[in-house]
């Protein structure tokens, strides 16, 4: 969620990575997240791009490297 700020920039605040081998060194990682238009509204799609895995054992794993979520654009008090 954000406030709005004029753009569709979102922010990856958490990633969740799971069915990887107990004690491998393996993570989700990068990625750029845009809402589907700057404007405010609750519920908006997210779109995150260009995710990829890192660690010594990334190389025994695939992921997807793209993701998507809903999230709010709130708006901006003006004073």
Same mark, same amino acid.
Not at 37 to 53: I, Q, R, Y
């Given at each position: !969620?954000?406030?709005?700020?004029?753009?569709?920039?979102?922010?990856?605040?958490?990633?969740? &990575? %799971? *069915? @990887?081998?107990? =004690?491998?060194?393996?993570?989700?990682?990068?990625?750029?997240?845009?809402?589907? !238009?700057?404007?405010?509204?609750?519920?908006?799609?997210?779109?995150?791009?260009?995710?990829? &895995? %890192? *660690? @010594?054992?990334? =190389?025994?794993?695939?992921?997807?490297?793209?993701?998507?979520?809903?999230?709010?654009?709130?708006?901006?008090?003006?004073?």
């Amino acid at each position: !969620n954000k406030v709005y700020d004029g753009t569709n920039a979102a922010t990856i605040a958490t990633r969740t &990575l %799971s *069915g @990887a081998v107990p =004690g491998d060194d393996v993570s989700y990682v990068g990625g750029t997240a845009t809402f589907n !238009n700057e404007n405010v509204g609750m519920g908006k799609p997210v779109n995150a791009t260009g995710l990829s &895995l %890192s *660690g @010594a054992a990334a =190389g025994n794993y695939t992921v997807n490297t793209t993701a998507s979520t809903t999230a709010d654009i709130t708006p901006r008090t003006l004073t």
